[in-house]
């Protein structure tokens, strides 16, 4: 029984690491070649280019790698306290949505419900806060 707990728990190690070794690798060389440098900002929910860096790591790799390049971000391009809260607030919905959909759909979920539920939610919330002035600086 043992034994079988640890080839079970190796086996879905391996596949995690199929799965979150890639997205890293291709959000680096994303970074490197400049790509979130000529995205349009998200204006209509108040995340302007400056935030565009923390919010696409955190959509892509989820929140602890985002968590250090959103503070690197704010002290570097004066993030404004307010831009952060909705850019943690898109976030705390929708991080890592590649990266967690597929763990899901290996356990047996829908990916294509997941990731659209996941984003229809994190937008309408952050837009919602936005209009509504929740935070203030």
Do not use: Q
Not at 111 to 128: H, Q
């Amino acid at each position: 029984m043992i034994f079988n707990a640890l080839r079970d728990s190796l086996w879905l190690t391996m596949k995690l690491l199929m799965i979150i070794l890639p997205l890293t690798i291709s959000y680096e060389f994303l970074k490197e070649r400049g790509l979130f440098s000529h995205t349009k900002p998200f204006f209509f929910m108040g995340i302007t280019r400056a935030g565009l860096l923390p919010l696409i790591t955190g959509i892509v790799i989820g929140l602890t790698y985002g968590a250090g390049v959103i503070i690197h971000s704010i002290k570097d391009h004066n993030i404004a306290r307010r831009e952060a809260f909705l850019i943690l607030l898109f976030l705390s919905v929708c991080h890592a949505i590649f990266e967690d959909t597929l763990i899901f759909v290996i356990i047996g979920a829908n990916g294509l419900v997941l990731v659209i539920a996941r984003l229809v939610l994190a937008f309408v919330l952050t837009y919602c806060a936005y209009k509504a002035g929740l935070f203030k600086d």
